[in-house]
């Protein structure tokens, strides 16, 4: 195991890791570091992890999980030290592959915000759902300013057609994700959405259009019958919502509410719009859910809204 001390220094402070988080991950580099024992396990697991791409990630981390144990280290935490350390690789494979380097950045931002989620949601600071972090380190998944993006085929078997523009059932496409890192200015999504289409140039069909698409709790078409006017619902409508369900529970509750998520509606928090909504919502008995949506977007411009 190398001595990486001095990069994961850098690492926290370039992507803005809560300064009380940092001890902790020191302290597991530390424990680490300190016997050659945990160093021999961790350079296994890591190494046969690295040479499968990634692959069968479920199994590294249980690895790493029962690594962490032997010291005193939470799952949550020991899960995401294990991509601190390979985006030291991460970062020389962008390199050798020709990436800018502002999109690794960009992409290792991903760290932070399922830190802070899980800091809000639990009260540790690591990550509840770090195989989620697979797509970036197979670098098939990138962050281009605010939004994430990766390739996919599109999946409604009928397809999509808006006036003329036709996309068919298994056509690549580029899907979105959202991070949670804070807001969503309207300015930030077409940036985003400019810089992807020009990163993927090569899915810029023939008559010049881009399609993305985005599967998502924000796209649950009864959003806008009760989300707060602002950036959440400038982001909902560059879409044509094309699919919307209704759910048995509120599984995305942890996103609005983290550590109240539990509790019964009537006692959630409501100190911000978004959790005021919810919780109305929620009192009301009505339901939430999730939906998917299309944006046609011509490199300026979206042209399906």
Not at 207 to 218: A, E, K, P, Q, R
Not at 249 to 257: E, H, L, Q
Request: charged share 30%; aromatic share 16%.
């Amino acid at each position: 195991m190398r001595d990486l001390s001095a990069f994961f220094e850098e690492l926290m402070e370039k992507i803005a890791f809560p300064e009380e988080s940092r001890d902790t991950f020191r302290n597991v580099n530390s424990k680490l570091l300190a016997s050659d024992e945990y160093k021999a396990e961790f350079d296994e697991i890591y190494n046969t992890c690295i040479n499968q791409d990634f692959d069968d990630i479920h199994t590294h981390l249980d690895k790493m999980v029962s690594l962490g144990e032997k010291f005193g280290a939470h799952e949550y935490t020991s899960e995401l030290f294990f991509f601190m350390y390979s985006a030291y690789d991460l970062k020389a494979r962008y390199e050798k592959e020709g990436i800018d380097e502002s999109i690794y950045w960009d992409s290792m931002c991903d760290l932070r915000a399922k830190l802070i989620e899980c800091h809000d949601v639990y009260g540790i600071w690591g990550s509840f759902v770090a195989s989620w972090f697979r797509g970036f380190f197979n670098v098939s998944r990138f962050a281009l300013g605010r939004l994430q993006f990766e390739e996919t085929d599109f999946g409604p078997e009928n397809g999509y057609e808006f006036n003329g523009i036709k996309v068919e059932n298994g056509e690549s496409v580029i899907n979105i994700h959202i991070p949670s890192l804070g807001r969503l200015p309207i300015e930030s999504v077409y940036d985003a959405l400019e810089r992807a289409y020009k990163f993927y140039s090569e899915f810029v069909r023939k008559d010049g259009i881009m399609v993305f698409v985005c599967g998502s709790w924000l796209l649950y078409k009864e959003n806008k019958d009760f989300y707060p006017d602002g950036n959440l619902m400038k982001f909902i409508n560059c879409f044509d919502i094309i699919e919307s369900h209704d759910n048995d529970t509120f599984g995305d509750c942890w996103r609005v509410f983290g550590k109240y998520k539990d509790l019964p509606a009537n006692e959630l928090p409501q100190d911000t719009s978004l959790r005021k909504a919810y919780a109305e919502r929620l009192m009301a008995g009505k339901p939430t859910g999730g939906g998917f949506g299309v944006i046609l977007f011509d490199g300026k411009n979206i042209i399906n809204k």
